[in-house]
């Protein structure tokens, strides 16, 4: 018999518990292959006593079979009654954080705009400005086989209107995936949207009106600030760190001076273009406090299945019992570039959600859904991931060192765990904006700080992108940074 620990045993019942929810509500219908004992402990990060105590309690309560040499699969005759839940865990109590800088209010201007419309018209070399990966990290050839195959077997879908919320089979496969991050979504709670700029405006829409506030991290993601701008919306920007994220006591500050604040966004794990990860702790306690000031939190998942620590990392909507937090996510970044999917679930806001999206821009069109929806239940994901976070962070490791050797010896950077950037701090005195108009005259595209708030606060720092093969026109590109870096005339 397996002994466990009081640790294993809080740990084995939030498993169970996690799994139980997911059989229930359909997410792992009857039949579905539960993951391997050694796919638990690598998923969730616990040792095989909880691993195992966790299946065999949920086969105890008939909702697994084992199967021999096979595993353990959902069982197909009922599901057990609420009352035979095993109870979750108290949460940890959150980290105490380290004193930060007072928040600083800024209203939105056309900053962001401006330097995308130099960088547009510009004949461009080497892009390291964008936040993408090359079209060769993308598993196109598999992809193409899920598109031939759903347009042989549903090609009536291309004269019949789309359904509402999206595709069935892709909201079943997300919500599969979801587990895998501790997060229980019915299929229903999905909403496929076009890509994660359009569940950031519809979750922003659906909780503010125009000249409320809402409290975003500094830096922040730009597009975030066009989408404030373009719904009337002033940004409230709070300190937050390239290692723990958002500072909450700064939020709190300010939160006590600023009427007319009603919700904050966040990317709490991979965040851009820091790539911080808010440890757990951290996302607890600012659920906690956007509970008990009634603010909607509003979190961009884009990134965290790039994330190359060990486990995985939770999204803060993982602890949501409340539905506080309306999650926004996509497909952009690590599968399909080309496809614009994106998907988000409510919370308290789902009715008010579906509504909106239906009046904005109506269903994604079936096939991309379709081909998606294939090549997740064939089992490709898993793999596409492992091959593109290796190829990631060795191309960030060649850029880091690259950076390191050319630039100026004060310049200092933030390496993430995962992701697509690196943030660069350059020597005191120079403006990234200058770097990025002389850059610029030699076809190299850069993502100046400027970029990333409403103030002048990040002029002399850069979001590099590490998605490009470092490839000689890229090494080079790096070169001509240094030497750029040199004259005086790129300092205040």
Same mark, same amino acid.
């Not at 950031?200 to 659906?206: G, N, P, Q, V």
């Given at each position: 018999?397996t002994?466990?620990t009081?640790?294993?045993?809080?740990?084995?019942?939030?498993?169970?518990?996690?799994y139980?929810?997911?059989i229930r509500?359909g997410?792992l219908?009857?039949?579905a292959?539960?993951?391997?004992v050694r796919?638990?402990m690598?998923?969730?990060q616990?040792?095989?006593?909880?691993?195992?105590?966790a299946?065999?309690?949920?086969?105890?309560?008939?909702?697994?079979?084992?199967r021999?040499r096979?595993?353990?699969?959902?069982?197909?005759?009922?599901?057990?009654p609420p009352?035979?839940?095993?109870?979750?865990?108290? #949460?940890?109590?959150?980290a105490?954080?380290?004193?930060?800088?007072a928040?600083?209010?800024?209203?939105?201007?056309?900053?962001?705009?401006?330097?995308?419309e130099? !960088?547009?018209?510009?004949?461009?070399?080497?892009?390291l400005?964008?936040?993408?990966?090359?079209?060769?990290? *993308?598993?196109?050839?598999?992809?193409?086989? $899920?598109?031939?195959?759903?347009l042989?077997?549903?090609?009536?879908?291309?004269?019949?209107?789309?359904?509402?919320g999206?595709?069935?089979?892709?909201?079943?496969?997300?919500?599969?995936q979801?587990?895998?991050?501790?997060?229980?979504?019915?299929?229903?709670?999905?909403?496929?949207?076009?890509?994660c700029?359009?569940s950031?405006?519809?979750?922003?829409?659906?909780v503010?009106?125009?000249?409320?506030?809402?409290?975003?991290? $500094?830096?922040?993601? *730009?597009?975030?600030?066009?989408?404030?701008?373009?719904l009337?919306?002033?940004?409230?920007?709070?300190?937050?760190?390239?290692?723990?994220?958002?500072?909450?006591?700064?939020?709190?500050?300010?939160? #006590?001076?600023?009427?007319?604040?009603?919700?904050?966004?966040?990317?709490?794990?991979?965040?851009?273009?820091?790539?911080?990860?808010?440890?757990d702790?951290?996302?607890q306690?600012?659920?906690t406090?956007?509970?008990?000031?009634?603010l909607?939190?509003?979190?961009?998942?884009?990134?965290?299945?790039?994330?190359e @620590? =060990?486990?995985?990392l939770?999204?803060?909507?993982?602890?949501?019992r409340?539905?506080q937090?309306?999650?926004c $996510?996509?497909?952009?970044?690590?599968?399909?570039?080309?496809?614009r999917? @994106?998907?988000?679930?409510?919370g308290?806001?789902?009715?008010?959600?579906?509504?909106?999206?239906?009046?904005?821009?109506r269903?994604n /069109? #079936?096939?991309?859904?379709? !081909?998606?929806?294939?090549?997740?239940?064939?089992g490709?994901?898993?793999?596409?991931?492992?091959?593109?976070r290796?190829?990631l962070a060795?191309?960030?490791?060649?850029m880091?060192?690259?950076?390191?050797?050319?630039?100026?010896?004060?310049?200092?950077?933030?390496?993430?765990? @995962?992701?697509?950037?690196?943030?660069v /701090?350059?020597? /005191?005195?120079? %403006?990234?904006?200058?770097?990025?108009e002389?850059?610029l005259?030699?076809?190299?595209?850069?993502? =100046?700080?400027?970029?990333? %708030?409403n103030?002048m606060?990040?002029?002399?720092f850069?979001?590099?992108?590490?998605?490009l093969?470092?490839d000689e026109?890229?090494r080079?590109?790096?070169?001509?940074?240094?030497?750029?870096?040199?004259?005086?005339?790129?300092?205040?």
């Open positions: 018999m002994t466990l009081t640790e294993d045993s809080r740990l084995y019942v939030r498993l169970a518990t996690h139980r929810q997911a509500q997410t219908p009857p039949g292959r539960m993951p391997s796919g638990l690598d998923l969730h616990v040792s095989m006593s909880t691993a195992l105590q299946c065999r309690w949920l086969e105890s309560q008939g909702l697994l079979e084992a021999a096979a595993g353990y699969f959902v069982a197909e005759a009922g599901r057990a009352s035979q839940a095993p109870r979750l865990a108290p #949460a940890h109590e959150p105490a954080a380290a004193p930060v800088d928040a600083r209010y800024v209203g939105v201007h056309q900053k962001v705009s401006s330097v995308l130099r !960088a547009l018209r510009a004949q461009v070399r080497v892009n400005s964008g936040a993408q990966a090359a079209p060769e990290l *993308y598993p196109l050839e598999r992809l193409r086989q $899920s598109s031939q195959r759903v042989r077997q549903h090609a009536i879908r291309l004269v019949t209107p789309p359904p509402p999206g595709e069935p089979a892709l909201r079943s496969a997300l919500a599969r979801a587990l895998e991050h501790q997060l229980n979504l019915r299929a229903d709670e999905i909403v496929i949207t076009h890509g700029t359009e950031l405006t519809l979750a922003l829409r659906a503010t009106q125009p000249g409320d506030v809402v409290a975003v991290e $500094s830096p922040t993601y *730009y597009g975030l600030l066009q989408i404030l701008e373009s009337s919306l002033q940004a409230l920007e709070i300190p937050t760190s390239p290692h723990t994220g958002i500072s909450l006591p700064a939020l709190q500050e300010a939160a #006590a001076r600023t009427p007319g604040l009603k919700a904050v966004a966040v990317i709490p794990n991979l965040q851009n273009p820091l790539g911080a990860v808010m440890p702790a951290a996302k306690a600012l659920l406090w956007c509970e008990t000031q009634d909607a939190l509003i979190e961009d998942d884009t990134y965290t299945a790039l994330y @620590g =060990p486990g995985t939770r999204p803060i909507k993982s602890f949501d409340s539905g937090v309306i999650l $996510s996509s497909l952009h970044k690590v599968l399909a570039p080309g496809m999917l @994106g998907w988000m679930t409510g308290r806001w789902q009715q008010r959600l579906e509504m909106l999206k239906y009046s904005q821009s269903p /069109e #079936a096939m991309a859904q379709l !081909a998606v929806a294939d090549f997740f239940n064939a490709h994901m898993a793999r596409h991931l492992r091959g593109m290796a190829r060795q191309q960030r490791e060649q880091a060192e690259a950076l390191a050797r050319h630039l100026p010896r004060e310049s200092r950077m933030s390496v993430p765990s @995962g992701g697509l950037n690196l943030w /701090e350059l020597p /005191e005195g120079c %403006s990234s904006e200058a770097l990025f002389a850059a005259a030699q076809g190299i595209r850069l993502a =100046p700080g400027a970029m990333f %708030s103030s606060r990040y002029d002399r850069l979001r590099i992108n590490c998605g093969p470092f026109p890229v080079e590109a790096v070169l001509c940074l240094g030497r750029l870096l040199q004259p005086k005339s790129l300092y205040l």
